[in-house]
């Protein structure tokens, strides 16, 4: 069984950048889809991004289309989500996801959910 374990959420004022990254312990990444959701404070969680197995594909939401960058390494066995122009209400806990294909991950059809990091953005 695959565990996403994320790393890398914290404080950052508004227009910086904070990038994301999502290991994977007992098993590989390799064989999955892999994405990022996020849950804001009093909201429900919402897809974010993903990106195929090969990493050759990519898929985002609106709301960080453009400033928002996933990519993975499967020779490191890690993913990444690079997020530039933060603004206030990216404040959210980010949890990395996997599943059978980037696109069943936005219609939130995902095997294996991590436990979530706190990204906090500042006025």
């Known amino acids: 069984q695959v565990q996403p374990v994320e790393s890398g959420g914290g404080l950052v004022q508004a227009g910086g950048s904070l990038r994301l990254s999502c290991a994977a312990s007992?098993?590989?990444?390799?064989?999955?889809?892999m994405g990022w959701f996020r849950q804001p404070p009093g909201k429900g969680r919402e897809f974010v991004a993903a990106?195929?197995?090969?990493?050759?594909?990519?898929d985002y939401a609106d709301s960080v289309k453009g400033r928002s960058t996933i990519s993975r390494d499967n020779a490191l066995n890690t993913g990444y989500l690079q997020m530039n122009s933060l603004a206030p209400e990216d404040t959210a806990v980010y949890y990395c996801v996997v599943g059978p294909s980037k696109w069943d991950l936005r219609r939130n059809v995902v095997n294996y959910w991590g436990q979530g990091t706190q990204v906090t953005v500042s006025s």
């Open positions: 007992g098993g590989s990444l390799t064989s999955y889809a």
């Open positions: 990106i195929s197995r090969s990493g050759g594909s990519t």
